[in-house]
Every structure is written in structure tokens, then in C-alpha cells.
């Protein structure tokens, strides 16, 4: 590949929500100037560090991805700085695809005028739910109007794609207010949505509350599961109605505003990430994937920095890479393609697996392909853990045949 994407990790938030199980947190706005300088060191020492690890770092950028936490607290001169150093380092394409993550309520004009000034031009922002309700009992400190007025400011301001994050099983959800939601995001006017089933996680504090029915963050007022694959299933329904396809598991966009970033990850080509608890996937010279994974604790990654942890794919990990990604699109997974890079033997080793989810209408084919149903995308992680598996299974020296 002869282009990158970066992703820069901005892991501090001004509440941090009751569902939530990223590495971010509360801290003080004193830590900001010091986390910038760190980035901007490990942007600097990217090309060497690549080097050690005889990884191929392109210098042509075509897309940018600033997530947290709430990237959006931060000053503009910090984010302009951030942005200067990724321009001294690497070219960026003048078309690439520049998004900064956004928390409604937390976004104010200076930095909206600064964000421009760096080219963002696509805004994700974390509503998850229009209902008042819902949004402060898990520690959300917006309200509906206020998520409708600032994708009003970024829309009016030339912003060309946004797209809103919602959640289906927050407490106190029911199917009617989660059709307002719905409702409510195509009124906005966004080209793109996100949409999530509430995880039951022990890292967060509503999914430990969950597991010992406790009551302090609302966990009695969480739909069932039924219920959630219910709205799941009616948010597909209904998006695709307003013209707005999914074309990943989680993801629905009207025709051209599919994220060009986060097709990276799923179709396994080459980013650079920075900041804590940041992931790269980068090609090695031997033509293998690279993974790489830096801390999950802010005071570790300032204090005491260490190198990241690295992992040289073999190619049985990264053919169970392209089942478990390449099917959380829309598009599925082409036989063809995989045979040809893998070879026919290793491909032809999951065909008994492939049969049986064929007959347990977990997968379907299309086109030439194979793609998850309905029914597969809601058990979507069990399907993906059976390919797994499978490839657990296989030599990772297995010779390949090549076929043409």
C-alpha cells in the first residue's frame, strides 16, 4: 500500500459515561500541553520505529481519525500544533478524509473555527441517544437540543459528512423512544450513523452494576437482550428506508459517506495509531501484517513511556483477520480473493465450517461472496469466534498453494 491512515488517540473527557470501556478518563486540563508533546514525539519517531520493526511506513496520509475520549476539549492551538507536526512528518493527500470525534454541548467556537483551519472535514459525534432521559442517566451532559443544534453548526460551517453515534439498550429505553431517536438523526440532516448494541462489559461501571444487579447507574432499567436486537434490527429497517445503507456491521451511510478511515481497519490496510492505548496495523517487508498496541494508562504513556507491543502476524492469524473483519462488511468476503492471496488448500479447510453456517442461516452467499444475514449479524462475535477456532486448529507453516 503507498498510503496511511492515522489515528490519534485524545483520551480525556469531561465525564466519563457509566457504559463506557475505553481507556479514557477525567483528568486535568493541566495534562494537555504534555499529552500534545508526546504525540507529537511519537510522531516524529514513527519512521524509526517502523524501521526496527522492518515495516513499510508510507508518507502519503489520505485519512486522519481523532477519537477518544472528546478530542473536542481540547484548546485550538493545541490542535493546530498536533496538526502542524503531522504535516511535517507525513504528506497528506488534499483529499483526505479528516475526523475529529465530537461531544455535543463540548465544542466551542474556537475550536470549530480551528478544526476547520486544519481541514477536518468529517465530524462523528457522540449523541447516543436524542432522549433526554436516557442520556443522563449513563452520564451524558447534552441534551436533545443541544446535539441538534451543534450538527446545525458543523453542517452550516462546511463540514461535508457527519455522522451520529446512538446506542439501542441504554435504561430506560423503549422501542417508541428509540424510533424518536431514529427519527430525530434523520431530521438532523447527518450522512452517516453509527449504531451500537449497549455491551455488557466488567471494565465499565453500568455492565459490573449489570453483573450484581446493582442500582446505583440504572442497570434494572436496561432493555433485555430481545428487546435490543429488536431496535437493532428496526434502526437497519428504517435507515435503509431514509436512503442511508449499511455497509458494516455498525455503520449506515448514504451513498459516498462511508468512512474511509474505518474501512482501514475492516479491510485490513495500513494505519498508524498514536496516543494511549492506540492500535497500528502497518505491512512488514516481507509483505506480513504488523500489529502494534502502546499502553492503556495515560500515567504510563507520559511517565513512564515503553516501547509498544508488537505482533508479526503469522498467515493463519492473518487469514482469521480477513473472516473476522472482512465480514463485518456489508459486502462479506470473496472466496476468490482469499484463494488467491492464501492459496486453495488453507481456503479449502474452512469449507465444512462455511457449510455449516451456510445451513444455520449464519452466513448467505451473494455475488460471488459470502456476507452475514440477518440473524449472523446479531450473533456476529460468536460467528466470528467459530472462524477462530478454526484456524486454531491449522499449522501456521502450513506451504501454500498458489492458485491462479
Same mark, same amino acid.
Given at each position: *500500500? ?23 478518563? $477525567? ?41 477518544? &475520549? ?44 480551528? *478544526? ?22 449513563? &452520564? ?90 429488536? *431496535? ?48 497500528? *496495523? ?53 472466496? &476468490? ?66 492458485? $491462479?
Amino acid at each position: *500500500m503507498d498510503s496511511l491512515g492515522l489515528y490519534i488517540s485524545i483520551p480525556f473527557c469531561r465525564s466519563k459515561c457509566s457504559y463506557c470501556n475505553f481507556a479514557s478518563g $477525567v483528568y486535568p486540563v493541566s495534562a494537555l500541553p504534555g499529552y500534545i508533546n508526546r504525540l507529537c514525539e511519537d510522531l516524529q519517531g514513527a519512521r524509526m520505529r517502523a524501521e526496527e520493526q522492518q515495516a513499510v511506513l508510507p508518507r502519503r496520509v489520505d485519512s486522519i481519525y481523532l477519537g477518544g &475520549g472528546t478530542p473536542s476539549i481540547l484548546p485550538p492551538e493545541l490542535l493546530q500544533r498536533l496538526f502542524a507536526e503531522i504535516h511535517r512528518q507525513f504528506r497528506v493527500a488534499p483529499s483526505a478524509e479528516i475526523t475529529i470525534e465530537c461531544a455535543p454541548g463540548q465544542m466551542e467556537d474556537a475550536f470549530l473555527e480551528g *478544526m476547520l483551519a486544519c481541514g477536518v472535514n468529517r465530524v462523528s459525534f457522540g449523541v447516543q441517544s436524542f432522549i433526554n432521559r436516557e442520556g443522563a442517566v449513563t &452520564g451524558r451532559l447534552h441534551n436533545r437540543e443541544i446535539a441538534i443544534r451543534d450538527v446545525a453548526r458543523v453542517l452550516a460551517a462546511g463540514v461535508a459528512s457527519v455522522n451520529v453515534d446512538l446506542i439501542a439498550g441504554l435504561p430506560y429505553q423503549t422501542m417508541e423512544s428509540w424510533k424518536e431517536s431514529l427519527e430525530t438523526l434523520i431530521s438532523t440532516g447527518a450522512n452517516h450513523a453509527s449504531i451500537y448494541m449497549l455491551e455488557v462489559d466488567e471494565d465499565s461501571r453500568l455492565g459490573r452494576e449489570l453483573m450484581s444487579s446493582g442500582g446505583r447507574y440504572h442497570a434494572a432499567a436496561v432493555p433485555d437482550d430481545e428487546a435490543m436486537a429488536d *431496535m437493532y434490527l428496526a434502526a437497519i429497517d428504517f435507515l435503509q428506508e431514509q436512503g442511508i445503507e449499511q455497509y458494516e456491521i455498525s455503520n449506515f451511510a448514504r451513498p459516498g459517506a462511508e468512512s474511509r478511515h474505518n474501512l482501514r481497519y475492516w479491510q485490513r490496510q495500513p494505519y498508524l495509531g498514536v496516543g494511549v492505548d492506540a492500535h497500528s *496495523m502497518l505491512i512488514g517487508k516481507d509483505a506480513r501484517s504488523i500489529r502494534l498496541a502502546i499502553a492503556d494508562d495515560l500515567s504510563d504513556y507520559l511517565e513512564a513511556p515503553r516501547d509498544p507491543v508488537v505482533v508479526h502476524l503469522s498467515e493463519v492469524e492473518q487469514m482469521e483477520e480477513e473472516w473476522f473483519l472482512g465480514l463485518r462488511l456489508a459486502k462479506g468476503v470473496s472466496l &476468490g480473493a482469499l484463494t488467491r492471496q492464501y492459496g486453495g488448500e488453507r481456503v479449502s479447510a474452512f469449507r465444512p465450517l462455511l457449510s455449516e453456517l451456510l445451513d444455520e442461516k449464519l452466513l448467505e452467499k451473494y455475488a460471488g461472496r459470502l456476507r452475514l444475514t440477518s440473524r449472523g449479524r446479531l450473533i456476529s462475535n460468536d460467528v466470528f469466534a467459530r472462524f477462530i477456532a478454526e484456524t486454531s486448529e491449522q499449522p501456521a507453516n502450513t506451504q501454500l498453494i498458489s492458485v $491462479v
